[in-house]
């Protein structure tokens, strides 16, 4: 059975290496030229997300990759002294198993464990999609698929050209993120340090690599006008809106022209009823991106494409079964992870003088409790900051026709196995 999948992010790679370990020809085609190695930002990988990287047999290599952050310092406009944060006791407190990670480093790992199985196709994008499978690429070049996932991303292409526009299923959450690679000027190693005031903050961390990372957010009554891809009006927007704000700010302003590595987006969240239209299906932030930065989006795609693997090779491809299933199992952790980013997103940048009197508690609170109590306390309840961790996988390792992770000399079930008829 031959998939094409669009998108070689996070989520393609992922749902490429659980499909052929399944049995199925997959294709992934992306925009780009290359795969992306500007470092991007940082993502957080949760429990569940966790035990999906083990089972993939690449826990080693990403934890060799997080990005090593481990203190936080906070500058407040209006007070004098700044607040500190060990950023492990927080993230402790969220979940019991966590690495953070620059996003091109995830990808590279899954591209690097497919590479060798997956025929990858870079330079190109699909342009039209037939009911029967029949896919136009923008190169001109045609193929027939069983089946056609989009995996690219918040503003797919898939979900524009079989479902509609991004409007009718967007719906911003009120704030707007950037990152910029910068010089590593402050020195920084295993800490961030950063500003925040009434509707915007920005902070500088150095993870593991020569150069450091910006990242701002902030808060605008209304969304701003401007193209997804036009990065000029994007750095103006940034400038527009830190204009005056002290600390490091003019400094890492200074960069924005030469920066290698800047990313703008709105915090946007997807709200679909369904996301399978016939041969179609969508995974990760294509189809029930939470919000970026606020919703764990990074773990719900690595964990929609495991569940999506999982129930195609489940129904033996049958996707008339395959996508219903896929849509119920994942169905409550997307709509709780819309809920926890609604709410996050109007907390994480402070909206008033209180609001930012509150960072320096609830920060004084995390530092000075005994890290057991803080745990404890979260886990009181799992619609709250450990939702992640509430989530239990499947298993569908019966369905496996490979006895090994990809890349490592994987080979078929011994004689006499009877795997689900899929067909390569």
Not at 239 to 246: L, P, S, T, V
Request: net charge neutral; proline share 5%; glycine share 10%.
């Amino acid at each position: 059975m031959r998939v094409l999948i669009s998108g070689a992010s996070i989520a393609g790679p992922a749902l490429a290496y659980w499909l052929t370990r399944y049995g199925f020809a997959v294709t992934v085609v992306e925009r780009a030229p290359a795969l992306r190695k500007t470092g991007g930002h940082a993502i957080d990988l949760f429990k569940p997300a966790m035990d999906i990287v083990e089972q993939m047999g690449v826990l080693e290599q990403v934890v060799a990759k997080k990005t090593g952050i481990e203190h936080m310092t906070v500058h407040r406009v209006g007070y004098d002294r700044p607040v500190h944060l060990e950023v492990g006791r927080l993230m402790a407190a969220v979940s019991d198993r966590h690495v953070e990670i620059m996003r091109d480093d995830l990808s590279e790992i899954f591209y690097d464990l497919t590479r060798d199985d997956v025929e990858y196709v870079f330079g190109d994008s699909i342009a039209s999609i037939s009911d029967d499978g029949a896919v136009t690429f923008d190169s001109g070049r045609e193929a027939r698929f069983d089946l056609v996932i989009g995996a690219d991303g918040l503003h797919s292409n898939v979900r524009r050209l079989v479902f509609g526009p991004e409007s009718e299923f967007s719906t911003w959450i009120g704030a707007y993120l950037a990152v910029v690679s910068v010089p590593n000027f402050l020195g920084l190693d295993g800490r961030m340090e950063g500003i925040a005031g009434v509707g915007r903050m920005a902070g500088m961390g150095a993870p593991h690599m020569a150069d450091a990372r910006a990242v701002f957010l902030f808060r605008t009554p209304e969304p701003l006008d401007y193209h997804h891809r036009d990065v000029a009006a994007q750095k103006r927007l940034l400038r527009e809106h830190f204009d005056g704000m002290g600390w490091e700010v003019p400094r890492i302003m200074e960069e924005l022209d030469d920066t290698p590595a800047f990313y703008f987006d709105s915090i946007t969240q997807l709200r679909l009823d369904s996301w399978s239209r016939g041969r179609v299906t969508l995974v990760g932030d294509a189809g029930y991106c939470p919000g970026p930065a606020v919703g764990g989006s990074t773990s719900l795609a690595v964990v929609g494409a495991y569940i999506l693997a999982g129930e195609l090779a489940a129904h033996g491809g049958d996707h008339t079964r395959a996508f219903p299933a896929y849509e119920a199992e994942i169905g409550d952790y997307v709509r709780r992870s819309r809920t926890f980013a609604v709410n996050a997103a109007k907390r994480i940048v402070p909206g008033s003088r209180f609001d930012l009197w509150a960072v320096g508690a609830a920060v004084g609170l995390v530092a000075h409790l005994p890290a057991a109590l803080t745990r404890a306390a979260t886990k009181i309840t799992s619609k709250g900051v450990r939702l992640h961790d509430s989530i239990r996988l499947k298993d569908y390792s019966a369905h496996e026709v490979m006895r090994a992770p990809l890349g490592r000399a994987a080979s078929p079930l011994p004689p006499g196995t009877t795997p689900s008829p899929r067909g390569r």
